[in-house]
């Protein structure tokens, strides 16, 4: 194309308006975007889950001194050792 037939872009400053945002939805399709938020939330949800019951774990762990499975584990290994 030659430089004058191509179309020209308007470029503005500031922030995306809204109706910007509701064309990409309207064009990922919103039930994809919904689901896309959802998962994320979900993913994050799951994370900070995570994240309190490894707290939880740890404090309960400096109480007691030990984590419990090590004993689970060690008499396991001693009823394998002994049969």
Same mark, same amino acid.
């Given at each position: +194309?030659?430089?004058?037939?191509?179309?020209?872009?308007? +470029?503005e400053r @500031?922030? !995306?308006?809204g109706h910007v945002y509701k064309q990409y939805i309207a064009a990922a399709s919103t039930?994809? !975007?919904i689901a896309f938020i959802a +998962?994320? +939330?979900a993913a994050q949800a799951f994370q900070i889950v995570?994240?309190?019951v490894?707290?939880?774990?740890g404090d309960k762990?400096?109480? !007691? @001194?030990?984590t419990g499975a090590s004993?689970?584990?060690?008499?396991?290994?001693?009823?394998a050792q002994t049969s």
């Open positions: +194309m030659k430089e004058s037939t191509k179309p020209k872009e308007k +470029m @500031g922030s !995306v308006k039930i994809g !975007v +998962m994320n +939330m995570g994240n309190l490894l707290r939880s774990w762990n400096l109480e !007691v @001194g030990t004993r689970q584990f060690s008499s396991h290994a001693l009823a």
